[in-house]
């Protein structure tokens, strides 16, 4: 057995014994700087609102991105929890309203070098983290990178950021494309979600929609849904240079509320309640997989 499949093995089997899992939402976008951890932070508020507990995983590794707009320092990371022997109470950061918050950290790249009882427990330990919340949401880089695409392939659920610029869509396409060519990407399991930000009033954010459900459709028969759309308002720029959550800062802007929108929108579909697949225990199991497998090559 090498050591891909005694992993594939170890994750199946983790699988089976674990009772209750997260709903795992993934953030991302085929271009940089278009709302991601806005919408990532934003939503969260949302949830929590509803009574929901949330964690956030910044996936971005390397940069700062959530901590910086919550204004919170974090001590650890994931990384010292793998290496270091940190635990969930030492990693997880309170941010406002009680929602959770894991800084990725730059040592992820370390990943691919770890041994097996290493992988064991990191996998152990995120199955772990999928029974501390209601909704654990992913905040991706931009871009088709492989660690990217793993995570997206690896969630149930995507939410897609675009705004109307061409070239955030057609990176978006770009993304949707790279996925599709991905083994581990099962259309049939994962919904893609897209969500129009920055769009002059709803009809643009429709278009937009529209205009890449097209050419998705027709190339990559990929189903997308509409989430909705979030207007052009400097209400959110102002929240994060006040390093505070736009529902904080700005409840009453139309930014906001159309945020809450979205996130009611997606608490009220039950259907993905149902399709609970192992995101982020899965995710990062496959990225390490595929490390293993590139370092033989
Ligand atoms: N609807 C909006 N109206 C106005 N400004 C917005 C809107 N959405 C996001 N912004 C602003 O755009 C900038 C980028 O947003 P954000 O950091 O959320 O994007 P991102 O996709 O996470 O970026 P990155 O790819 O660098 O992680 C921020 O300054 C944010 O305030
Ligand atoms: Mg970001």
Known sequence: MDQAEKLRNMIKSQNEATPRQARVITVTSGKGGVGKSSVAINIAMQFRKQGKSVIIFDADFGLANIEVMFGAIPKYNLADMIFRGKGFKDIIVEGPEGIGFISGGSGINGLGNMNREQVQYLVYKLKELETLADIIIIDTGAGISDSVLEF?????????????????????????????????????????????????????????????????????????????????????????????????????????????????????????????????ARAVANMIKNSIVKKKQ
């Open 152 to 280: 997206v392939a690896s969630s149930g659920e995507v939410l897609l950021v675009t705004t109307p610029e061409p070239t955030s869509i057609t990176d978006a396409y770009a993304l949707l494309k790279a996925l599709n060519a991905r083994s581990s990407f099962d259309k049939e399991l994962c919904t893609i979600k897209v969500v129009a930000n920055r769009v002059a009033n709803h009809e643009e954010g429709k278009n937009l929609y529209n205009k890449l459900e097209v050419v998705v459709s027709k190339f990559l028969n990929i189903q997308l849904k509409y989430l909705g759309s979030i207007p052009l308002d400097m209400n959110m720029s102002k929240a994060v240079m006040q390093q505070k959550p736009i529902a904080i800062a700005y409840p009453n802007s139309l930014g906001s509320k159309n945020i809450e929108n979205i996130a009611n929108a997606l608490l009220e579909n039950k259907e993905a309640e149902e399709v609970r697949k192992n995101g982020l």
